[in-house]
């Protein structure tokens, strides 16, 4: 890129993780004609940097696509640039380094800037109940798949819209629907698109997403009588809910007070549930309890149950086993390990091998970033690379098994040579103690006809 001269337009940089950096190009600045998008910065997942976003999707103004750089590089590029303003558009990052990034966009001399629900959130003609959380690998996944099976137990057509996850050819993913595996095979989908979307199909769900939200919705609004927006890490959503519930975690609590957005998705919700009440400490579910009684006096406050179980059921005695969990989860989530371990535990394995000292390539890059990670592998697999990795450094721990905790089905992708058992787990409510189902229908019964 060349040093900026004069220009008639605010120039802008737009930081991001391939996510809601897209999307709040699409719907705030794409249009705009007293704005130049320079370049976005790309953060948390690898291999995103090197791009450009392409000129199909960014419109007619920018025939020649937008550059995606390094985020390692913003300072150099608002100064070079001259950049008059930094958008910050990713999620799950802690309040602190939310406000170092915004320091060296400062110091470098432009302004910084947030989007927030008004400018960015798509308005749809049907009812809009939405999943979001405070983190990361709090359980939205779960209590998704259970809404949506309440809901079609209640007869109503359902269209879940995922959060973005385009690590691919942007330009073929700009509207992607998602009915079976073949479908997920047919757009040559990540890992990490894979644990997103293979649980919905599994139990009979349509997913839909990409990268053009307005054209998503139009599709998915078309095909449904109901919007299940299931939201990514711990941002808001994209499309204007009805109903907002917001998973609080215990097993990370005081995270919803000191992480990006999820305290302001906390403050948005209609319906607080505190999730993995089961195996959480009574004293940290009495804390995210206040938490949420004063971020969100409003809110309806529920508990709720993460049940983990082995598949194939039965136990682990006499097994050395290795443990994959959910990549995202364990990494940039910040957790040490997850249901897979929990699982592993409780099903009397003799051994759970840690996998560390023969992690290879981008799994041995993933342990020296995120040293908190226990011994477990994360399904790093934005990829073809990265899945080669993990399955090369699976094998290296020479286990009698692996438990899964990954919602993904590794055995069929990886072709192990050691059986996979995989660690489902599953929301549920626990008795006595208000009931989300009960809320749910209750909203629906003053939206929609014919629910009972």
């Known amino acids: 890129m060349n040093h900026a001269t004069a220009s008639p337009h605010r120039r802008i940089v737009i930081m991001g993780a391939a996510g809601r950096d897209f999307h709040n190009f699409n719907v705030v600045y794409r249009d705009d004609p007293a704005v130049r998008v320079i370049a976005f910065t790309a953060a948390q997942i690898p291999g995103i940097a090197g791009r450009r976003y392409p000129a199909s999707l960014a419109g007619p103004r920018y025939p020649q696509g937008i550059p995606i750089v390094d985020e390692a590089e913003l300072a150099g590029l608002v100064a070079a640039e001259r950049i008059d303003e930094v958008v910050f558009a990713y999620s799950d990052i802690a309040h602190v380094e939310v406000m170092h990034r915004a320091s060296i966009a400062l110091a470098a001399g432009a302004d910084f800037t947030m989007l927030g629900p008004r400018r960015t959130m798509l308005e749809s003609r049907l009812p809009v109940i939405a999943v979001s959380a405070v983190r990361t690998g709090a359980g939205k996944s779960q209590v998704s798949r259970w809404l949506s099976g309440l809901l079609r137990q209640l007869g109503l057509r359902v269209a879940v819209m995922r959060h973005p996850m385009p690590y691919g050819e942007l330009a073929r ?46 599709e998915a609004q078309a095909q449904a009588d109901l919007v299940l927006w299931d939201g990514g890490n711990n941002d808001f959503p994209f499309v204007r809910p009805d109903l907002h519930i917001v998973l609080v975690d215990p097993l990370r609590a005081g995270h919803e007070r000191d ?22 400490a009574p004293d940290a579910i009495a804390r995210v309890e206040a938490s949420a009684r004063e971020l969100a006096p409003r809110a309806a406050l529920v508990r709720g149950e993460s049940a983990v179980r082995l598949d194939p059921a039965g136990s682990l005695a006499g097994m050395r086993v290795v443990v994959v969990e959910d990549g995202p989860t364990i990494t940039h989530g910040g957790m040490p ?15 759970i091998v840690d996998p560390r000292p023969s992690a290879v390539g981008s799994l041995a890059e993933a342990f020296r970033r995120y040293p908190h990670i226990g011994q477990v592998l994360p399904a790093m697999g934005y990829s073809a690379s990265e899945a080669a990795d993990l399955r090369a450094s699976i094998v290296a721990t020479r286990a009698d098994a692996v438990v899964s905790g990954t919602p993904v089905d590794l055995g069929a992708l990886l072709d192990l040579p050691m059986p996979v058992i995989r660690a489902r787990y599953d929301y549920r409510e626990p008795p006595g103690n208000g009931s989300l189902a009960n809320l749910v229908t209750g909203f629906l019964r003053d939206r929609l006809e014919g629910v009972d």
Not at 186 to 200: F, G, L, Q, V
Not at 337 to 351: D, K
Request: charged residues 25%.
């Open 259 to 280: 992480w990006h957005p999820g305290e302001a998705v906390l403050r948005m919700a209609d319906v607080v549930v505190v999730a993995k009440s089961n195996s959480a």
């Open 173 to 218: 993913q700009a509207v992607q629907r998602f009915a079976s595996r073949a479908d997920l095979d047919a757009a040559d989908c990540t890992i990490e698109e894979r644990e997103e979307y293979e649980p919905h199909i599994a139990v009979g769900g349509t997913v839909f997403a990409g990268v053009d939200y307005a054209r998503i919705l139009a």
């Open 337 to 351: 390990n997850g249901a897979g371990w929990l699982a592993a535990r409780q099903g009397g394995a003799l051994e």
